[in-house]
């Protein structure tokens, strides 16, 4: 199988942490922490859900969340991904 047809997701070579094992609403949080480019996510194993985080573990910007989502490991840390760090959640209105 060729790397390209893989999933994003699948790309990375993650490193996966419990951050909590019993979540509010239930299920476990835990943290996948990619070796090659550094990416950070947290997933709740309840629903699936999955965002981008930073080094602190603050949630990014929805459009972080769905661009990593969407791309292929890069196999090293991206410099744009800095600025994208800035990028929080709850941060103030771009
Ligand atoms: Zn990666």
């Given at each position: 199988m060729r790397e390209e047809?893989?999933?994003?997701?699948?790309?990375h070579d993650w490193k996966v942490r419990t951050i909590e094992s019993i979540a509010p609403g239930g299920g476990s949080r835990l943290a996948f922490t990619c070796r090659?480019?550094?990416?950070?996510?947290n997933q709740t194993t309840i629903n699936s859900r999955t965002w981008a985080v930073d080094e602190g573990g603050v949630a990014l910007n929805d459009t972080v969340t769905n661009r990593w989502l969407a791309?292929?490991?890069?196999?090293?840390?991206?410099?744009?991904?800095?600025?994208?760090?800035?990028?929080?959640?709850n941060g103030p209105a771009l």
């Open positions: 047809s893989l999933p994003p997701w699948r790309t090659s480019c550094g990416r950070i996510f791309e292929s490991c890069t196999r090293k840390p991206s410099d744009t991904d800095e600025d994208d760090r800035k990028l929080f959640k």
